[in-house]
């Protein structure tokens, strides 16, 4: 006899198709939270783009690019 529940009950497929959704959800639920939690990745860091200024509009012309 299970504490909450009779172990036949745990042996029966619908128990088996809810767990398995219920694992599914919270692998869901944990891949968003880590999303949330990482930085953000932008690609332009990554790729170079052609449409660049070739100089600063900064108020400071010296300034670093």
Avoid: C, Q
Avoid at 13 to 34: D, E, K, P, Q, R
Wanted: proline share 5%; hydrophobic share 50%.
């Amino acid at each position: 006899m299970g504490v909450l529940l009779p172990e036949s009950l745990l042996h029966t497929s619908w128990f088996g198709v809810l767990a398995t959704f219920v694992a599914i959800n919270t692998l869901v639920y944990v891949t968003l939270a880590m999303t949330k939690v990482l930085p953000k990745i932008y690609l332009s860091d990554w790729f170079s783009h052609r449409n660049r200024r070739a100089e600063t509009r900064n108020i400071d012309p010296d300034a670093e690019i």
